[in-house]
């Protein structure tokens, strides 16, 4: 029980994981690409990361006990396993790595104009290595006590965004394969899912508890939807200028100029969210490393990722541009493979998983 969550901690992980990364320069990609028809790539991803949470819950119903290591020991081999394990280790240091520039990018554009760069790893690492020092179950606990007051903030940001709406504007303006495009182009952005995945064997499962967790998801999904909505509506014809769009939305509006920075409602909410995303990518590469060597002790683990990190934006990946365009052309085929390919897979292990006899059955 000390290192597992129940549906109601995993629901409010969900949670979180449904805003990683789509809040800020995300809009204004989609923009760039199919203009205000960004929507719909948008609800088309949702659409797809729903069909796998179901498959995730279908897996926990055929495997109970085992974990995702062990699934795909058992069905391929384990030397399958470690290679892929490792894979999913990389791919989310590098997640991590995504989601922190752009965070970075916003932060230092919104309120720490001055900051030293060396500042904000050590704030984030501070935090998310704290996070996984203390198991799983005391990220789910922080998550679900924090949930109520950060769904608040979302509540009053969304509110304050929806006063500047300014009518729909004309959808359906290019042809469909476009969007279809642009959702493989961004791909890494979603599929976060898989982090349940990685930790399936630690989620106290009751069917009658998952309503909760599809019903979290769901509300924050319609969220962001009414977020993206929004912001077609407010730039119409300037999307692609907006890179912080959890903010430009309440500041470019006259309605709020005498309120000073109303904006801070975004930069609370998107720094609160940021730091469980980041746990939460900083765990998935734990896992994935504990499910690879389970003899070492967790602080091997938190070294090599905070190494790999600090190397990773300071020399490989060290600003929002380089970021972007190596996630549109290569995180993006990793993503299809890891977060998509892979879980699709297990489905077919939970319908030829062999059935137990007669005689197990008693015992």
């Not at 129940?6 to 990683?20: D, E, H, I, S």
């Not at 205000?36 to 819950?57: C, E, H, K, R, T």
């Not at 490989?316 to 390919?341: G, S």
Request: charged share 15%; glycine share 4%.
């Amino acid at each position: 029980m000390k290192h597992t969550i129940n549906l109601r901690q995993m629901a409010c992980l969900a949670g979180v994981l449904v805003f990683a990364n789509k809040i800020l320069v995300l809009p204004s990609l989609f923009y760039d690409k199919v203009g205000v028809d960004g929507i719909f790539v948008l609800l088309f991803m949702f659409s797809i990361d729903l069909l796998f949470l179901w498959l995730f819950f279908r897996l926990k119903r055929a495997f109970p006990k085992e974990s995702f290591f062990e699934i795909i020991s058992k069905f391929l081999s384990k030397y399958v396993a470690i290679f892929i394990f490792s894979l999913i280790c990389i791919f989310f240091l590098i997640k991590t790595i995504t989601t922190y520039n752009i965070a970075l990018l916003y932060l230092k554009n919104q309120v720490y104009f001055e900051a030293e760069e060396y500042i904000f790893p050590i704030c984030f690492l501070t935090v998310t290595n704290n996070l996984v020092c203390k198991g799983i179950r005391s990220e789910g606990r922080t998550c679900e006590f924090f949930y109520a007051f950060t769904l608040t903030l979302v509540g009053v940001w969304i509110f304050c965004s929806c006063l500047n709406f300014n009518g729909f504007p004309m959808f359906f303006n290019i042809p469909a394969i476009n969007i279809g495009r642009t959702a493989f182009s961004f791909l890494s952005v979603f599929g976060d899912n898989l982090f349940f995945f990685l930790i399936m064997d630690k989620i106290e499962y009751k069917k009658e508890n998952a309503k909760t967790v599809y019903w979290y998801v769901i509300i924050n999904m319609v969220l962001v939807a009414i977020f993206y909505t929004v912001f077609y509506s407010v730039f119409r014809y300037t999307g692609s200028m907006h890179n912080n769009a959890a903010s430009d939305v309440i500041t470019f509006s006259n309605k709020f100029a005498g309120l000073g920075r109303i904006d801070i409602v975004a930069v609370v909410v998107v720094m609160l969210l940021d730091y469980f995303q980041l746990s939460i990518y900083n765990t998935a590469f734990d896992s994935s490393f504990s499910s690879i060597f389970p003899n070492e002790r967790k602080v091997f683990s938190i070294v090599l990722y905070d190494l790999l990190f600090f190397i990773g934006i300071f020399f490989f990946i060290p600003n929002h541009v380089i970021t972007i365009d190596f996630a549109e052309k290569y995180l993006c085929c990793f993503a299809l493979v890891l977060e998509y390919l892979l879980p699709l897979s297990c489905i077919i292990f939970s319908v030829f998983k062999p059935k137990r006899r007669k005689y197990e059955k008693i015992f």
